[in-house]
């Protein structure tokens, strides 16, 4: 059971399927059944060893996702870098996994030399141009080297280190296995509501779990492949249209710009039939205009993180719709555990929290981790009785749905009370003038700490400290209001997801001294 | 990630819904839920512990199907006897699976009362009448005790022990880990072609894989099960009729059945979408009458063993279509590998044979048991560096289907060429006279083997062994035809699910001798 074999099932099952579609070529699943022993082929005699990693830093494309299959095809395990690190990040990744072997494409010739440097590091072109002196081609070496047997790697095996920087400034490889990679697809395929002549649009990278997971499910259901650099509305909706696409991985401000098209109605996007999204709960207002112009579009919120191989709980179309009818609270769930995973709500001294009781959210189940790359002591954090402590707080109901209420480490305890930075966050965005908005708990000797929020505003808008605590007490419970705002006139520091790293703005406040939590 | 979780998730997303119906009662989920940690607590309250087996002899109920899941709920594995058994064979079953507990029926009140005899076995009466003396009452308990926590039994756990008699005469116990369990449902979920509001009939033995697969998977997708004792085509219709069943699994024989009812066109059996069949490939005539008769059954046609929880191979219902249509030789195929697993073909020394050379079939994944239960030596030969052998003979083809052409033992070396006793059997079959052929290899001084056909010839039919040697050079190439002919007047003998036992025939020839095979 290895994941070499999800590429040998899809090439039995569909040989003359197209397997990858990419700047105007494509090729069929028999193709790349021929290409990829021969780069594993390559691989092996350019030193990559059983358990080795192989890196990459590349954007998408149709080799990148042969990558996938040959690295491990040769007994190596991927080590994709981030497309959006900086050189030191990525520096970081590379020494941490130990590749001396690079993938790279044209849009990371420069940054590939500065990797290298002096280092003994093998740079493999994967570009559409001239292959740039001092790396080596990627259709070169392919064509020199005869096919290899899979080196049949077991269950427990490494096959990828994906390095996360997550909240935290401390970045960590996640090492998943065969096994965690096999059974999360498993899981995708079981809880997808379509399973047959799947296409699916890549315009996540493939770098993360959002673009490798489809990577492994698509493959798995003998599906093709569609690949766009990157999200852009028009070629979008023109891929969707000439592919037939069924499937694609949005995130709700993508699936907005797509109905926000004025030329939407001129395509036809009926072939979708279901879209994953993920990083925050649907906006009811997206969901009604998308079920009105997007009627054959189902939508499958799912929750994971890099160390859970990216699934742990779905919410699922019927359920959208469902909850829309006669449950609105759900419309903010994550939805409920996928087949196969258990999830649990942990108080602090580890006990399971009862329903709706905030607590921390714990996942368990074969999709979970191995371990952190050559971290034991953040493996031995993390992973507690095999229970995979997520970092987020959240809560349960009755019925299983699990909702997220924060980052454990973003909560506020102030004069006893538990505040969600989320929540004030919420109330300060409502205000008209907010554009950006960052609560974090900053020292105080009455509270223990105090809320504080950190607040850009849009351009040419002004707003006083006084307005934005008045409108949040207008909204919120005071206890939860901001004692104090600071306004900031540059965007807020992100983690190349986006997110505001609010870790790094607490940080500041605290010098010197310890947080409790 | 334990079997209890399926249960907890089931009745978290559908409490309301119908968890079984049985004997004209039904409960939901939402009451199984408070039955099965009353169960669990009764059991420890028994002196059940972890790890300890706890056996059952009854026929289906839905009581049974809840000792699916208050067994490991209170940390123990189960063991369920065989209904088809002999005392002296599950006395057997019972003494190694170490059982001190056994739940039964009225069916086997008797048998219960013969296999207790002086021995320390409580035993639990589960029946519909007054509880016989000596024996605790299901329900009875179950009141007197308050719900206990799940065990929280780890995935490499044992969670169930299946005693299987296969065609050999010794029987093993099958041991199945809670992951091999939960691996297996969640790749059922992966291959069904629909997996939302299913209700499932049971006709088949709950003790065996095809009920307790169903059992696990039906529960997964929070669905319902239909219990009825045993088949009987017009009670099965009218369950279908009644209960709008969505999901059952039959035996072609039973199809058969179902298709020359003459009531048949009285029943509304448009519910049914997925109908799993197994044991053989599917008699292109009953796939043409279901076609007609029944238009909205797929069939969906497994094979595997209760070593690999029940599944290897699917064949799909659409595979189905493209066969009749393109490919008829595939319509006597067991499908491909399932998701999530691998098979393939191996030759005597181990190396994996080419497409279409008949070899081993052998089986890797999270499915496969992780022993045979107090049993290294049989654990060791079958399983082979995390390949488990199957003891069939089989090839497979360019596209990935797999043939099964013989149990391994079964084949016959005559004069250096290899004879499938199936090629020969379906030879005799053809002729008007035979009722039952068997083919088996006995010593010849010449051949190493010759083939031996042990026949039994329908009433009132006469033939003779040079009319059917001759019969058989018609068909069938000459080496492969019988050099011998015995007749019988009696059926020959079989295993409880019907196969004729070859090795209990060809033994009585082998007296004294080694077979090499």
């Known amino acids: 059971m290895q994941v070499t074999q999800i590429l040998r099932q899809a090439l039995m099952e569909q040989p003359d399927r197209k397997g990858t579609v990419y700047n105007g070529r494509s090729r069929t699943w028999r193709e790349i059944g021929e290409r990829v022993p021969r780069m594993a082929a390559a691989l092996r005699a350019l030193g990559a060893r059983e358990g080795d990693c192989v890196a990459a830093l590349a954007m998408n494309s149709d080799c990148y996702l042969e990558l996938f299959f040959s690295i491990p095809w040769c007994g190596a395990a991927f080590a994709p870098l981030n497309i959006r690190w900086s050189v030191p990040e990525n520096q970081f990744a590379l020494r941490d996994s130990g590749a001396r ?23 493999i072109y994967m570009g559409e141009k001239q292959t740039p002196e001092g790396m080596l081609s990627y259709e070169d070496l392919m064509r020199a080297h005869e096919p290899i047997a899979d080196a049949d790697r077991k269950a427990d095996d490494l096959y990828i280190v994906l390095y996360t920087s997550g909240t935290t400034l401390q970045s960590k490889g996640v090492a998943l296995s065969h096994r965690n990679v096999i059974s999360v697809s498993v899981a995708f395929l079981a809880t997808l ?93 997206i969901m009604k205009a998308a079920m009105r112009d997007l009627p054959t579009w189902g939508f499958h919120q799912i929750y994971g993180m890099t160390e859970t191989a990216g699934y742990a709980t779905a919410f699922k179309w019927h359920e959208h719709l469902i909850a829309v009818e006669r449950f609105p609270e759900r419309m903010k769930s994550a939805g409920r555990p996928v087949v196969g995973m258990q999830v649990r709500i942990a108080r602090p001294d580890g006990s399971e929290a009862p329903v709706r009781e905030t607590g921390e959210i714990q996942i368990r189940g074969d999709n979970v981790m191995t371990r952190y790359f050559n971290n034991e002591k953040a493996s031995a954090e993390s992973l507690v009785n095999s229970w995979m402590r997520s970092g987020d707080a959240g809560y349960m109901d009755e019925d299983g749905f699990v909702y997220i209420a924060d980052r454990l480490k973003d909560m506020i305890v102030t004069g006893g009370e538990n505040v969600y930075s989320v929540d004030v966050e919420r109330a300060l965005y409502q205000h008209p003038s907010v554009r950006e908005a960052a609560v974090v708990g900053i020292p105080s000797e009455k509270w223990g700490e105090a809320v504080h929020a950190i607040v850009v505003l849009k351009d040419g808008m002004s707003a006083t400290a006084d307005e934005l605590m008045a409108h949040c007490r207008s909204l919120i419970g005071g206890y939860k209001c901001p004692r104090s705002v600071e306004f900031r006139s540059e965007a807020l520091p992100t983690t190349p997801i986006g997110k505001i790293r609010k870790n790094v703005l607490r940080d500041a406040y605290w010098q010197g001294r310890t947080r409790k939590i």
Chains 1, 2 share one sequence.
């Open 101 to 123: 072997i690079l993938f790279v494409d044209d849009a990371f010739l420069a940054e590939a030399q500065t990797l290298k440097g002096d280092a003994d590091l093998t740079l």
């Open 193 to 285: 509501p379509h399973r047959d002549n799947l296409t699916h649009l890549h315009v996540g990278g493939m770098f993360h779990l959002s673009g490798a997971g489809p990577a492994w499910y698509i493959t798995m259901s003998a599906g093709t492949h569609v690949i766009l650099p990157k999200f852009e509305p028009v070629p979008v909706m023109e891929a969707i249209t000439e592919h037939k696409v069924t499937n694609c991985v949005l995130v709700p401000t993508m699936i907005n710009m797509l109905l926000n098209q004025p030329t939407l109605k001129q395509y036809d996007l009926s072939s979708v039939r279901t879209c994953v999204y993920g990083g925050s709960p649907m906006p009811e207002a």
